[in-house]
């Protein structure tokens, strides 16, 4: 039984420009014997042979001038300089830590502005304690009172209060 051949990805490569006689002869050689040692190889390459062919038959679309310059354009910055590459990706670099750096900020604002916002509205209880505190301290002296009737006597007769004395307005 003989051993199936296939081709490598390598070769697979290589194949259409085989196909198109565009292989140097050592590389073209060894596809050939590839072809002459397996069907299953010479399956593909006929394959790809007929797909071509077919391509062939479609109609060529026709393009603007606009399209060509632009192809054009772009073949010629991929023959760039290196020194092209450098600044180029320093200006990409650049502006990618700007957009993260803007982003922080954001971030950092959003969250400044948000603190600021529910420490002035979410009220604190310790808060409430330390300004009902004077009414804490004296809340057993309050309970003893009973009820605000004693209270309007004693606002109506303070005992504590001298008639002829004047309040002095500097106090």
Do not use: C
């Amino acid at each position: 039984m003989e051993k199936i051949t296939r081709f490598t990805p390598d070769e697979r490569e290589n194949l259409t420009a085989y196909l198109d006689g565009e292989l140097d002869e050592k590389i073209a050689a060894e596809i050939e014997q590839k072809l002459t040692r397996s069907e299953v190889a010479r399956r593909e390459v006929d394959i790809l042979s007929r797909t071509w062919d077919m391509l062939s038959l479609l109609p060529r679309p026709e393009v603007s001038e606009q399209f060509s310059r632009k192809t054009m354009s772009m073949a010629r910055l991929e023959n760039r300089p290196a020194s092209w590459d450098w600044y180029t990706s320093s200006i990409l670099w650049a502006r990618r830590v700007g957009v993260l750096a803007t982003w922080a900020i954001a971030l950092i604002l959003v969250a400044f502005v948000g603190y600021l916002l529910t420490n002035r509205w979410i009220p604190e209880p310790s808060r409430q304690l330390v300004e009902e505190l004077p009414l804490i301290k004296n809340l057993d002296n309050y309970r003893e009172i009973g009820d605000i009737e004693f209270l309007r006597q004693l606002e109506k007769h303070d005992p504590f209060k001298d008639k002829d004395e004047v309040p002095d307005a500097a106090n």
